[in-house]
Antibody, heavy 120, light 107 residues
Framework: EVQLVESGGGLVKPGGSLRLSCAAS????????MNWVRQAPGKGLEWVSS????????YYADSVKGRFTISRDNAKNSLYLQMNSLRAEDTAVYYC?????????????WGQGTLVTVSS | DIQMTQSPSAMSASVGDRVTITCRAS??????LAWFQQKPGKVPKRLIY???SLQSGVPSRFSGSGSGTEFTLTISSLQPEDFATYYC?????????FGQGTKLEIK
């Protein structure tokens, strides 16, 4: 069974940092790209970042470029999102979602999400 | 960047109704489009992938169509459990982008 479990969310002050983790199981993690998606309270879904299976290709939304860093550790079956210079508008539930491998389509599995609150 | 314009943003319908939600891409995305259902406090659930393929386990009353820039999600006969918010997502190019959502409410 595919499982994605996020952790690391919490309350942080504006300008602060937080590192989110996503532990994957039930599939060959190293074969898939991975994604982060967020949802601000009462708002829609926003794609945040993607990373290819070998970390060779990385993409960010303009809203987080230069502040957030996506990474992965295939030996640990884990995905990360380092968030720096956090702003109030980064307050959201952050989801990790499985990406693609050859012949498959992305966003078929999602974690339960972790809440990040940026407030003084 | 590709913009996804979803319509309507909200609608009310009755059990048994046929409902159609539309997503329009600002440029062609072939069939790199998925539809998701999200209920309050829950994780988004993929309903449709590759524009028209039904996700395993999803009832056949859900269907998707379209290619290029125009896409539709149709629910053939609304059931009580279908009242939720629906999102389209293009994953043709980066940055990926979601539609703004359609909140489907009970009439």
């Amino acid at each position: 069974e595919v499982q994605l479990v996020e952790s690391g969310g919490g309350l942080v002050k504006p300008g602060g940092s937080l590192r989110l983790s996503c532990a994957a199981s039930g599939f060959t993690f190293s074969s898939y790209s991975m994604n982060w998606v967020r949802q601000a309270p009462g708002k829609g879904l926003e794609w945040v970042s993607s990373i290819s299976s070998s970390s060779s290709y990385i993409y960010y939304a303009d809203s987080v470029k230069g502040r957030f860093t996506i990474s992965r550790d295939n030996a640990k079956n884990s995905l990360y999102l380092q968030m720096n210079s956090l702003r109030a508008e980064d307050t959201a539930v952050y989801y990790c979602a499985r990406g693609t491998r050859v012949g498959e389509t992305p966003f078929d599995y999602w974690g339960q999400g972790t809440l990040v609150t940026v407030s003084s | 960047d590709i913009q996804m314009t979803q319509s309507p943003s909200a609608m009310s319908a009755s059990v048994g109704d046929r409902v159609t939600i539309t997503c329009r891409a600002s440029q062609g995305i072939s069939n790199y489009l998925a539809w998701f259902q999200q209920k309050p406090g829950k994780v988004p659930k993929r309903l449709i992938y590759a524009a028209s393929s039904l996700q395993s386990g999803v009832p056949s009353r859900f269907s998707g169509s379209g290619s290029g820039t125009e896409f539709t999600l149709t629910i053939s006969s609304l059931q009580p459990e279908d009242f939720a918010t629906y999102y389209c997502l293009q994953h043709s190019t980066y940055p990926h982008s979601f539609g703004q959502g359609t909140k489907l409410e009970i009439k």
